[in-house]
Every structure is written in structure tokens, then in C-alpha cells.
């Protein structure tokens, strides 16, 4: 099996930093080893600000690692279930991006893994948290079990959205495994809502 040069990971990382601007809000909902969180840490720069969640305090503390001497960022060891209760009360509203790179941390426990139940819970609060004209992306690994079930539950969560969103996807069409699925969701500004 051959590793494909652009990854269903890069093609997420090549939206969001298209879209994220110096001072935006934004949040990683799944930290893991922190490769999204540097990446919109240094789109939203000094006067922006990244909030991360994971569940695993050594992958938090492989991200501060990672992280440096930035300041701009905000790690939460808890779910992602639990970012509306989370995330202060003034960027509710004003989140430009949240990116979503669901499954496992490859290397570490297999069974810490995202399920469907908490997804669905953290993309509907996201989904209420965005900024107009804010993005979503959810990166979906249907080669695991788990994967399997929480990516049909997200993919039908999303069909269902309303007019107020509109969601693409993306996958690599000649993969010989299961192939990972890029989702991005886009929060309309009401002028685009025809
Ligand atoms: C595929 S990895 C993320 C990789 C990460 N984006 C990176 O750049 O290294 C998925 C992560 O989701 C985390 N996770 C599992 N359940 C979670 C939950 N309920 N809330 C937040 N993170 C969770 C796992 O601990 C794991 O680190």
C-alpha cells in the first residue's frame, strides 16, 4: 500500500488555513499530537486564539512541547462534548474554524478513540458556537470499527443540515483500504442564503 503525497489530513489543513485569518477564534476538537493545533496557532497569530481538547494528558503535554513558547492557544484535557460548557462565553458566536481529526492517535491506545455519540454531541454544539461564514472540517476514518459507525452517524447528521450550512466532502477515490473522508461544513453568512 502506498502512502498518498496529499493526505485526507493535509486536505483539511489546506482549507482551514485558506480560510483562517491573523486574529480569528478557532478550535481544535480533537489535539491528539498537536500537528493542527501549531498549524492554527500560527494562522491566527499573536492577537488570535486557539482552543484545544483532548482526552489524553500525555498527547496534551506532547502538544505543549510542540507548542513552544506560544501564548495564543488554550488546552483543555476534557472531551469535546463538553465545549459549549467549556469555551468562554464571549467567543460564542465567533468561531471561525473548528477542525475535527477524529479516530485514534496513531502510536498510542487504540481503544481512546472518538465515538459517535460524543461526536454528535460536539459537532452539534460547534455547529451553534460558528461564526457566520465559519468553518467545520471532520476528518472520518471509517477503517475501524468505531470509525464505521461514527462516520455514518456523522455523515447523516450532516445531510440533514439546513439551508443555513452547506457541506462537501472529499475522499480518495482509488484507495485499496477504506479510504478517510474529509467533511466541511460552512456556516452561510446570511447574505449568501438565498
Ligand atoms: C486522530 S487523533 C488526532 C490527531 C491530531 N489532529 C494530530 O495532529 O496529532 C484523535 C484524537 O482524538 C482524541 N479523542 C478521543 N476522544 C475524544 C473526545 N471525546 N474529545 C476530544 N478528543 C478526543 C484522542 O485522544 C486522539 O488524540
Redesign the pocket.
Known amino acids: 500500500v502506498t502512502r498518498p503525497m496529499l493526505r485526507t489530513?493535509d486536505l483539511a489543513r489546506l482549507v482551514v488555513q485558506a480560510r483562517v485569518t491573523l486574529g480569528a477564534i478557532v478550535v481544535?476538537?480533537?489535539?491528539?499530537?498537536?500537528?493542527?493545533?501549531?498549524m492554527l496557532v500560527d494562522a491566527v497569530g499573536p492577537t488570535g486564539c486557539v482552543y484545544g481538547?483532548?482526552?489524553?494528558a500525555d498527547?496534551l503535554a506532547r502538544?505543549r512541547v510542540r507548542l513552544g513558547a506560544r501564548t495564543n492557544v488554550e488546552l483543555f484535557e476534557?472531551?469535546?462534548?463538553?465545549l459549549a460548557a467549556l469555551l468562554p462565553v464571549e467567543v460564542h458566536g465567533r468561531i471561525s474554524a473548528m477542525?475535527f481529526?477524529?479516530?485514534?492517535?496513531?502510536g498510542?491506545a487504540r481503544h481512546?478513540?472518538?465515538?459517535s455519540e460524543?461526536?454528535k454531541i460536539?459537532l452539534k454544539a460547534g455547529l451553534s458556537l460558528l461564526a457566520p461564514g465559519g468553518m467545520i472540517t471532520l476528518?472520518l476514518?471509517p477503517g475501524h470499527a468505531a470509525g464505521v459507525e461514527e462516520a455514518a452517524s456523522v455523515r447523516a447528521m450532516v445531510a440533514a443540515l439546513p439551508v443555513g450550512f452547506s457541506a462537501h466532502s472529499a475522499s480518495r477515490l482509488n484507495s485499496v483500504t477504506a479510504a478517510p473522508e474529509l467533511i466541511i461544513i460552512e456556516r452561510l453568512s446570511s447574505q449568501d442564503i438565498s
Not at 101 to 106: A, C, K, Q, T, W
Open positions: 489530513t481544535d476538537a480533537t489535539v491528539g499530537n498537536g500537528h493542527d493545533t501549531l481538547f483532548d482526552v489524553q498527547a502538544t476534557a472531551g469535546h462534548e463538553r477542525m481529526n477524529l479516530g485514534y492517535l496513531p498510542a481512546i478513540t472518538t465515538q460524543t461526536t460536539a476528518v476514518y
